[in-house]
């Protein structure tokens, strides 16, 4: 599966498994009906008046011992921790009142003088029961054993007027048994990418975790950035993230990973999982057939009204599926595509050396740690995130919770999903009503050679007329902006390139005004790129959060044109290619 050259996949002759499961939930509509009526009751809470919940440490087996002092954990899913980390007069760096709306939270207590004190763990908030989640992983493609929350501390589960369970956490908060050797807390620099990412991503329309706020703990952390040999201290921060789970695939795998006797917590887990967010799959109605065949020569067959738990991992792998699409078509590179950094909710999850493209190279990766091999590159996230999903499954497996077959078909369907979507996505960014395998290979092929600006290259293809008679030496015109130093031999290439494309346009019979407005519906103008958050981080370590806030308000709106704000969507300068700012470690 290369997505950078995409080949069309069988589609099975159904619908979406998870859309066909979710609409025969009873519960799902009878909270629709909830949710109707409560549209237009804005509910605003102080931070005393949240509504807390504590599922996950009253449902789930947890650690006897409540120490940080770093551990195995055995047959626990999670150990009660509080925040540690040192705080220094606190200051509130940058807040999401999106996010704020998700919670019922009024946007009017980030103003609160102690606001700062409670998201840097130094004051608790009232009902918050913390805790740290055991999990395992593997990194790189090898099992890491134990490693669970080494600085993010979950505060407990808030339940907003719509009944939506959303999880409070913590991220660089201090010390936790899962901490191994290190010290449990954030830098400002790390942060602030992790949160403005976060909230970029959301509006993006690409599924992620949030982030209601970033707070600076007026105290200094030591850190290595490049790990060779040169540690400097750096301002610490602590983001507040916000999900409705944070549960990954190696919170089901360290459980399996541990033989028999803790096979039990898999089936726990898994039951906990679905009951809370995949309730439709509990009410999977028996009398509607949800059999599919499997395999090239369709012997075997998957049942998935026999099994909810068959019923469950795909429509996990389709959620994945369909969230790596979205990655693809956006540009968007992860970089530590571990299998503890995969969300089973089909979230983007842990921000650390992310990047988005600028110059199209389909073996980009941001990470430095990943440079010898680029195992988790842009062109290779599809199919590790099939490799994820497949070592997700032998997990189920392992649980007796699903067949082979079942797991087969779990991998299976994500490949079709992925597929699908993908090709769905980039006919959408060309403004076309169907794909053409033909015309996006050599597009794909023509950036990759000349390292055109993936976001601003689609940006400006909706300037394009579907007009035949466009004379050749004016053919590149709407392009020129982006099609930067390239030759007569390059020019010729790309001229043939937009006459074939014109051809589909006027083939499609919509009109230039239509086709651009809904073009710029999906073709963002502004993505974080990595040099825009450099310049906030740089302002923010000598105590300007201004370049924060204004950064965060023009990724609010990624696709308006933004009069004004046009220098963030400008390419990257000179220096933005430095160490540090295009390509980062893990460590932060």
């Known amino acids: 599966m290369d997505p950078s050259l995409p080949d069309p996949a069988p589609s099975l002759s159904v619908d979406s498994v998870a859309d066909i499961l979710k609409s ?10 909830i949710n109707k009526e409560n549209k237009n009751k804005e509910v605003k809470l102080s931070l005393e008046d949240l509504n807390w919940d504590h599922s996950f440490v009253r449902e789930l087996p947890g650690d006897p011992q409540s120490d940080s002092i770093p551990r195995q954990v055995f047959h626990a899913c999670y150990t009660k921790v509080l925040p540690s980390a040192e705080v220094e007069d606190p200051e509130l760096v940058a807040w999401s009142d999106s996010v704020a709306g998700l919670l019922d939270l009024d946007s009017h207590e980030f103003e609160r003088p102690d606001f700062p004190l409670k998201f840097s763990g130094a004051s608790p908030l009232t009902g918050a029961v913390p805790y740290a989640q055991c999990y ?18 979950t505060l407990g589960e808030i339940l907003n007027s719509k009944s939506e369970r959303w999880e409070l956490q913590l991220k660089g908060a201090g010390k ?15 942060s602030i990418r992790e949160f403005l990412c976060s909230e970029a991503m959301h509006f993006l329309g690409i599924p992620t975790t949030r982030a209601l706020c970033l707070v600076n703990t007026g105290k200094l952390v030591t850190r290595d950035m490049f790990y060779d040999g040169n540690p400097k201290e750096e301002p610490g921060a602590i ?25 039990g917590i898999v089936s726990t887990l898994a039951d906990y999982a679905i009951r809370h967010h995949f309730p439709h799959i509990e009410n999977i109605s028996k009398s509607e057939t949800l059999s599919f065949s499997t395999g090239d020569n369709g012997q075997s067959v998957v049942d998935l009204t026999s099994n909810k738990y068959a019923a469950w991992i795909v429509e996990i792998a389709e959620r994945t599926a369909s969230l790596v699409a979205r990655w693809q078509g956006v540009g968007f590179t992860h970089g530590v595509l571990n299998t503890d950094n995969m969300s089973i909710l089909g979230l983007t999850i842990d921000y650390g050396p992310f990047g988005f493209l600028d110059a199209f190279d389909p073996s980009y990766t941001p990470n430095t740690t990943d440079l010898p091999g680029r195992r988790y590159c842009f062109a290779n996230q599809p199919d590790i995130c099939s490799w994820n999903i497949t070592q997700f499954a032998s997990t189920l497996m392992a649980a007796h919770l699903i067949s082979d077959k079942e797991a087969s078909y779990a991998v299976e369907r994500y490949g079709t999903k992925f597929m699908d979507e993908y090709q769905a996505i980039i006919t959408q960014k060309l403004g076309l009503q169907k794909y053409n395998k033909q015309l996006v290979n050599k597009l794909l092929n023509n950036l990759a050679v000349d390292k055109v600006d993936y976001t601003n290259f689609f940006r400006s293809l909706s300037n394009i007329k579907a007009d035949p008679g466009i004379p050749e030496g004016e053919l590149l015109v709407p392009l020129k902006a982006v099609l930067l130093d390239i030759g007569k031999e390059r020019k010729e290439a790309w001229a043939s390139w937009v006459q074939s494309y014109i051809q589909e346009l006027v083939a499609s019979g919509i009109s230039d005004e239509e086709r651009k407005a809904s073009m710029d519906l999906v073709n963002p103008k502004y993505v974080l790129r990595n040099y825009l958050c450099q310049s906030a981080i740089d302002a923010a370590e000598i105590g300007d959060f201004g370049e924060v806030r204004r950064l965060l308000k023009v990724m609010e709106r990624p696709y308006d044109e933004q009069p004004g704000m046009e220098k963030y969507a400008r390419l990257p300068p000179a220096w933005a290619y430095r160490p540090g700012v295009c390509m980062l470690s893990c460590s932060s």
Do not use: M
Request: hydrophobic residues 35%; glycine residues 14%; neutral net charge.
């Open 24 to 33: 025969q939930s009873l519960r799902e509509q009878g909270n629709d009906h």
């Open 136 to 153: 395992g992983g593997h990194q790189f493609g090898t099992w890491a054993g134990q490693l669970g929350d080494g600085r993010a501390i």
């Open 239 to 263: 983001v507040c993230r916000v999900a409705q789970s944070f549960l990954r695939f190696g919170s089901f795998q360290i459980h399996a990973s541990k033989g028999e006797e803790d096979l």
């Open 176 to 190: 936790t048994p899962y901490s191994r050797f290190a010290d449990g807390l954030a830098v400002l620099r790390s």
